[in-house]
């Protein structure tokens, strides 16, 4: 297979993986009826956020034909991934790091949610990224503490479960309580997972089901990756109120909870693709976590290994990865897997790779316009030396976006409106 061959059948198999996830795609089925005779309240947060309340919108308004003066709702996602609505508020917020959009966007959801009665039904729309974009601080925290926070916690290499560990116990919205708070109204919460395991409690930082960490294990994280916290945050996390409601609470016995799309899923579409081709699927896991230097380097042993047998196969994994920032450069977690995984290769014939997020973003500076990963081809390294470019260096500084730009290998499908965490797969061709 030519180069140019292998990078479409890359872009295949990740707009595959993506489009399985789709709200478009996956959501419309689990919609439940609406109340007999209240309000149909809509609340979503996360990166699916614009996408799912637009299908969501448009079934009940127009499949169904529900009187609009019954539904309300507010929808908060991360910039440049709202969607168009017509009758329900749509808002764009930070990501990674919360800002004043996310502040407002919750407190309108909390007061919603309050509002509700047991005629109502309160429908959770919630994906990746809600744990940014539905911000409301503990009492006495201010929004700059938890912007720090985020900050430390972002460049530690905690994992994601580790971080909203923290972030659970310094929140009125998250860990359960946005359930709790809609009490007496019927709460269903209809989830995108972008998490290892697809652990409620992990997705969004579990609004609406039983948080079973505690505060001591969110000091412990802080502790265990030497992070000093503002002084309102170690305050808050030694406050017994900021205690997360327990699996067995009365407050989630009217509560249900559906996972509608999966990482798993978009695996599921991508082996179908690989088939097709005639290649061997090989899934390493789509719950990987770990360094992204680490794991590639990992995957690259795997792959020479495949090669030297004269193995055709695809190697697809997913996962959240981690990077530990040494350096000061630009990237996220897909880009320095690719580039890590470019320099084990060290040029081997024969063997590709894409590594992205599903989001269509990959750390970075926050904005939509950020790649989502990069491309690794045989030539990369023979590339990268005659633009005087040294991997190694680009590595050790974490800046994997300023490697791959100029060798117009970066991946930038855009904002794609679901989240089912990292897609990877490497291609090895005979």
Same mark, same amino acid.
């Given at each position: ?42 609340? &979503?947060?996360?990166? *699916? =956020?614009?996408?799912? $309340?637009?299908? !969501?919108?448009?079934?009940?308004? +127009?499949? @169904?034909? /529900? ?33 004043? &959009?996310?502040?407002? *966007? =919750?407190?309108?959801? $909390?007061?919603? !949610?309050?509002?509700?009665?047991? +005629?109502? @039904?309160? /429908? ?33 290499? &905690? ?18 309580? @946005? ?252």
């Amino acid at each position: 297979m030519s180069d140019v061959s292998a990078r479409a059948f890359l872009d295949r198999l990740f707009t595959a993986a993506v489009a399985a996830a789709h709200p478009s795609t996956c959501l419309p089925p689990a919609l439940p009826p609406p109340p007999a005779s209240g309000r149909l309240i809509l609340l &979503a947060a996360g990166k *699916a =956020a614009g996408s799912m $309340l637009e299908v !969501a919108e448009a079934h009940y308004l +127009d499949t @169904l034909g /529900l009187d609009p003066a019954r539904l309300a709702g507010v929808g908060v996602a991360r910039h440049g991934y709202g969607r168009p609505t017509r009758q329900l508020e749509m808002v764009e917020a930070g990501h990674p790091m919360p800002d004043a &959009a996310g502040l407002g *966007a =919750a407190q309108k959801a $909390l007061d919603l !949610a309050a509002s509700a009665t047991a +005629d109502d @039904l309160v /429908l959770v729309l919630l994906s990746g990224g809600a744990s940014a974009n539905w911000i409301a601080p503990a009492v006495g925290v201010e929004l700059d503490d938890k912007r720090s926070l985020t900050r430390a916690l972002l460049r530690s290499g &905690a994992n994601i479960t580790e971080i909203n560990t923290v972030r659970k116990h310094l929140s009125r919205i998250k860990g359960g309580r @946005l359930a709790a708070l809609a009490q007496p109204a019927k709460v269903v919460t209809l989830s995108i997972s972008d998490v290892p395991g697809d652990d409620p409690a992990v997705i969004g930082s579990g609004p609406t089901v039983p948080d079973p960490t505690t505060l001591a294990e969110a000091r412990d994280v802080l502790a265990r990756y030497r992070i000093d916290p503002p002084p309102s945050v170690a305050v808050a996390l030694r406050d017994p109120e900021n205690e997360s409601p327990k699996p067995g609470d009365p407050a989630f016995a009217n509560s249900e909870y559906l996972l509608v799309a999966r990482p798993a899923d978009s695996f599921v579409a991508a082996e179908r693709i690989v088939r097709e081709e005639g290649l061997e699927p090989i899934l390493l896991g789509d719950n990987l976590e770990g360094e992204a230097r680490e794991v590639a380097a990992a995957q690259a042993a795997k792959a020479r290994e495949l090669k030297a047998a004269g193995k055709k196969a695809v190697l697809l994994s997913g996962g959240e990865l981690t990077v530990t920032m040494r350096g000061q450069g630009r990237g996220g977690p897909n880009q320095e897997f690719a580039l890590a995984l470019a320099v084990a290769l060290e040029g081997a014939a024969g063997i590709y790779a894409v590594a992205g997020d599903t989001d269509g973003t990959d750390g970075g500076g926050g904005d939509a316009s950020d790649p989502a990963g990069a491309y690794v081809m045989p030539d990369t390294l023979a590339r990268a030396k005659a633009a005087g470019l040294d991997p190694a260096a680009f590595l050790a500084n974490n800046d994997s976006t300023s490697f791959f730009e100029p060798l117009e290998d970066l991946l930038t499908p855009g904002p794609t409106c679901t989240n089912v965490n990292d897609f990877r797969a490497v291609f090895i061709d005979d």
